[in-house]
């Protein structure tokens, strides 16, 4: 699958895209199949203040449980609830369904992301 | 397990397999220095007969429930046990199952679970229980650290009607779990609940038998996005008390002694943890579920499994694996043979005998400090209880637990159980012994 090129990625397989002064954040299509069937995800509670580097949430799957960190920092405004009924929408589509949107503290932060391509080079290196 | 000795042949053929040419050389990296070289100040060997009467000689020093004229409980209670416990749980597909959890083979012990968690969740009216954890305080403990990691919160309060040993339990795993523990009087919940607090641990009846209102508990705990935790050391309390679900508790820890598994000196015996759905992720222990093979039939299987150490590695919230298969085996036959009608009517039997003897003292001039609302263990006090305590032990009875053993302040207090096993001319002459003592 094509890494959309509207958005900015990390290398711990986070996608984050920007729409104004919040952050949407999803895992990617090489996070989805390296982890397989997912099961489960441990949404972070909003009002939560994300660190970027550090953990966000936790995703469970049918044979390993994984933590995903968060790509900028900022307090979590929103999260996407539809996953708590439907966790399977982030094996399906990916870069569709996001997690959580954070209200960025450091927006300079998106800086230090790579882009679609270099990402794109950064995982064909992994496999 | 049977013994198989080996001959010597086998033991020079072991050792020429491995490269050495004694027994002794195997243990060569143990420091010289630490090694035993005198023979053991034990005695001489013992023939089988001997040994049999030595150890039958030390065995015969225990004077056991069935000798004594018991009203002991504190946590460990004296009930009868049919005969279908020992009939079914004594089978050797049973009894010397280890780790009997491979789907493929044991469908036998993982539906015996799986009604054991049922039994649990009709109970207590919770939604899910796990297969069993070690002990009633065990089960206790790690409720506060699910609790903990269900609210990431550091604080757990309390209440100062738990069971003393649950308490050094509980302190032990908050230590070690950073956990700032805090005793309170439930009354004063609200001097203590703040933003910091994941629960409140209430036992319920309370270590004094008390069957504490927890009406409204909840209520101001989930205002707070606190949970309530209920631990029941009396199992059997569940068949006369409201179901915890009814106070709209969030987990319970329960110990199952009392559904057929015999006191046994203090154990085995088993914990189990039941909660609300919205906690399955953070349920500590072995989970059985129900589900169709291939072929469409029913089968058992341990379920949601990634909740556990071996896959959620450093991140699982609790590294207990351990159950107590054999015990919630026992409790769940126990279950089955009473039923319903069975096990409320036991427990009818528990409060009346409880409730004929409180009247009984109360006639002889104790005073009851905290009422009558118990089931079956409350508190009695009288000036002398010491003295009356190891008059009564000279006859064979058992008196209670003195509380003055663990809280000072309650002096000449005595912690009585009664239970279906104390017939009604046990209890008269209990009576009478404490009327000639008078």
Redesign the interface.
């Known amino acids: 699958m094509l890494n959309p090129s509207d958005r900015k990625y990390s290398k711990k397989h986070e996608w984050c895209r920007v729409e104004g002064e919040i952050a949407v954040v999803g895992i990617t299509d090489f996070a989805q199949h390296t982890l397989t069937d997912i099961v489960f995800v441990e949404l972070p509670e909003v009002g939560k203040q994300a660190e970027a580097g550090k953990q966000l949430c936790v995703v469970e799957s049918v044979k390993s449980v994984s933590d995903v960190f968060s790509p900028v920092g900022g307090e979590v405004v929103e999260v996407n609830k539809e996953l708590e009924q439907n966790p399977g929408k982030l094996n399906e589509s990916p870069f569709e369904t996001w997690i959580a949107k954070i209200k960025m503290s450091n927006p300079q932060e998106i800086d230090s992301l790579i882009s679609a391509e270099e990402y794109g080079e950064f995982v064909k290196g992994l496999e | 397990m049977r013994f198989v000795p080996h001959s010597e042949k086998e033991k020079s053929e072991m050792l020429k397999e491995a490269g050495v040419a004694s027994i002794g050389e195997l243990f060569k990296d143990v420091p010289e220095k630490v090694r035993v070289k005198d023979k053991l100040k034990i005695g001489e060997p013992l023939s089988e007969l001997e040994l049999r009467r030595e150890i039958e000689g030390l065995a015969a020093k225990n004077r056991s429930a069935k000798q004594l004229s018991l009203f002991l409980g504190a946590g460990c209670y004296n009930h009868f046990i049919p005969a279908t416990v020992p009939a079914i749980t004594g089978r050797s597909e049973f009894y010397t199952a280890y780790t009997p959890y491979q789907a493929e083979i044991s469908q036998g012990m993982l539906q015996a679970i799986y009604e054991w968690q049922s039994w649990v969740c009709i109970l207590t009216g919770m939604d899910l229980a796990n297969a069993s954890v070690y002990d009633g305080a065990t089960a206790c403990a790690e409720a506060m650290l699910m609790a903990g990691s269900a609210r990431?919160r550091k604080k757990a309060l309390v209440s100062k009607g738990l069971n003393p040993e649950y308490l050094k339990v509980l302190r032990t795993y908050a230590g070690a779990n950073s956990v700032e523990l805090k005793e309170i009087a439930i009354e004063e919940l609200e001097k203590d609940l703040d933003e910091d607090v994941s629960c409140l641990i209430v036992q319920q009846p309370d270590f004094f038998g008390r069957v504490e209102d927890l009406k409204g508990i909840a209520g101001k705990l989930h205002e707070k996005k606190a949970l309530l935790v209920v631990a029941i050391a009396e199992a059997l309390s569940l068949a006369f008390c409201e179901k915890p679900s009814e106070y709209n508790a969030d987990i319970v820890a329960l110990e199952a002694q009392s559904f057929g598994n015999a006191m046994s000196f203090g154990g085995p015996h088993a914990g189990v943890i039941a909660c609300k759905q919205d906690f399955v992720?953070q349920i500590p222990g072995r989970l059985v579920g129900k589900t169709q093979d291939i072929e469409g039939k029913e089968g058992f299987i341990l379920t949601l499994q990634?909740r556990e150490q071996h896959?959620?590695?450093e991140?699982a919230g609790s590294n207990i694996c351990s159950n107590q298969a054999l015990c919630v085996l026992a409790s769940t036959i126990y279950l089955s043979t009473l039923g319903e009608k069975g096990l409320k009517e036991i427990a009818g039997q528990n409060r009346e005998n409880a409730k004929y003897l409180s009247e009984k003292l109360e006639g002889l001039g104790f005073e009851l400090p905290f009422g009558d609302s118990f089931f079956n263990e409350f508190v009695a006090k009288k000036q002398g209880m010491r003295e009356m305590h190891a008059a009564l032990s000279e006859k064979e009875i058992v008196f209670g637990y003195p509380l003055e053993l663990e809280f000072s302040e309650m002096r000449d207090c005595v912690l009585l159980a009664v239970t279906e096993m104390n017939s009604r001319e046990e209890i008269d002459a209990l009576v009478s012994e404490l009327e000639e003592l008078l």
Do not use: E, L, V
């Open positions: 990431h992720r990634a896959i959620r590695r991140k």
